[in-house]
């Protein structure tokens, strides 16, 4: 009887520590899903930048929120231009994302041009992706503006 109760205990604590690892495996894989800015397309980004307070864990977060917002354009499922848009877009953030990952690695003194230019692009991404989810007419000067600005590497004083 006392094994019966040892084997049960043991099975008890198993299946505990089985169900704590899987939940635990699941919220990581979460929060590095949330961390995307492209959904299914890996970032280079810390996991700490999720809810991070720094400038470019922020802008970081401003520029997964405004791709999102762009992928919610309703004329995105059969507009080619808007997909095409999009895509570009999504790109030119990208390599922007890249940058503000380069920048939080950088010296202080390199990391405030860098910034404060993503802070600007990023801004511009914002209005983008608002005025473009909303339905408005598709400017590609604008959108190519845009993305020369994101992908524009930021001016450095020497």
Known sequence: MTAVIVLVVI??????AGGVFIMTRRIRQSA????????????R???????????????????RDA????RSDPKLDYDGARIDARVRLEIAATELDDR??????????????LVAHADTSVTELENLASEISGGAELR???????????????????
């Open 11 to 16: 099975v008890a604590c198993v299946a505990a």
């Open 32 to 43: 590095l899903q949330a961390n995307e800015i492209v959904p299914g397309r890996p970032t």
């Open 45 to 63: 980004a810390p996991a700490s930048w999720a809810g991070s307070h720094d400038p470019e864990a922020r802008l970081h977060r401003r520029i």
């Open 67 to 70: 791709l999102a917002l762009l």
């Open 100 to 113: 503000l990952i380069t920048a939080a690695r950088s010296p202080q003194r390199l990391r405030g041009p």
């Open 140 to 158: 590609n000067a604008q959108i190519d503006a845009v993305i020369r600005r994101m992908t524009s590497p930021p001016q450095l004083d020497g």
